[in-house]
């Protein structure tokens, strides 16, 4: 019973010995960088909805065609979805149709330029798969850089490893800055999109377009990556940033 003991004690004098020599965050900086990654996760869902939804822009026909339905369509980075609908149910104050929500009859593809790269065509005019992959491929990169800073602050909080905030911060701020990039080069995308009108027979419909809620997703998703990133950086910095910038006077200084 007493080498029990002896052997018990033991075992708890090396374990609190090996809990102090390992590094460690205090109370308040564990509980501000679980609070910016909270703000961080927000940020990567949202990006993570925008990524993989295809309602980034609308293209809408106009309903004064002379027959009982009207086509619209919706795409995103990966995937365009063309739908008839009945003019019945588009609302009455519109004069194009839509939203593409209403129910009707889709057809949904995958655009071929990721895997035969050939162009896309969407009522009459052609896609610039140029553009098209250089939005998707950067739009992937934010992905990818996110989940490194994801995983340099599971790091911090599981292992103690403060310098890696630093690496978290660059990360969160890349990733959002790169998918607001790719938001730009998609909005170049559109505008090529319309401007890209076949000459050949049939001629291409007037179309009206109009951003949706995917793309808004993304940009909500950039500004608050950025955000994280900044945040995470200030913890990065010491609580008196500026003390040691001050000149200490003595009792007798002028």
């Known amino acids: 019973m007493m080498w029990s003991n002896f052997f018990m004690q033991e075992q708890g004098r090396r374990r609190r010995a090996r809990e102090q020599r390992r590094p460690g965050l205090t109370p308040e900086l564990e509980g501000k960088v679980k609070l910016v990654l909270l703000l961080a996760a927000v940020g990567a869902t949202l990006a993570v909805l925008a990524v993989g939804t295809e309602f980034w822009v609308e293209l809408n026909t106009y309903k004064a065609n002379g027959s009982a339905v009207c086509e619209a369509a919706h795409l995103g980075l990966w995937k365009v979805c063309t739908k008839r609908l009945w003019q019945a149910d588009v609302p009455t104050d519109r004069e194009t149709c839509g939203p593409a929500e ?44 996110m989940a490194l800073g994801c995983l340099s ?73 950025l955000l994280a990133g900044v945040c995470f950086l200030l913890l990065t910095l010491p609580a008196q940033p500026w003390g040691s910038l001050c000149v200490k006077r003595g009792p007798g200084a002028t």
């Open 102 to 145: 209403l129910p009707g009859e889709a057809n949904c593809t995958y655009f071929k330029f990721f895997t035969t790269g050939e162009n896309a065509r969407i009522f009459q005019r052609t896609t610039k798969k140029e553009v098209s992959v250089a939005a998707a491929v950067t739009a992937v990169l934010g992905l990818a850089v």
């Open 153 to 225: 602050v599971i790091m911090v909080l599981s292992k103690g490893a403060e310098f890696l905030l630093r690496v978290a911060a660059v990360c969160f701020g890349l990733s959002g800055l790169l998918l607001l990039v790719s938001l730009e080069v998609f909005r170049h995308s559109v505008r090529a999109l319309l401007q890209g009108a076949s000459p050949e027979p049939p001629a291409a419909p007037p179309l009206a377009f109009e951003y949706s809620w995917s793309l808004g997703c993304g940009l909500g998703a950039g500004l608050i990556l």
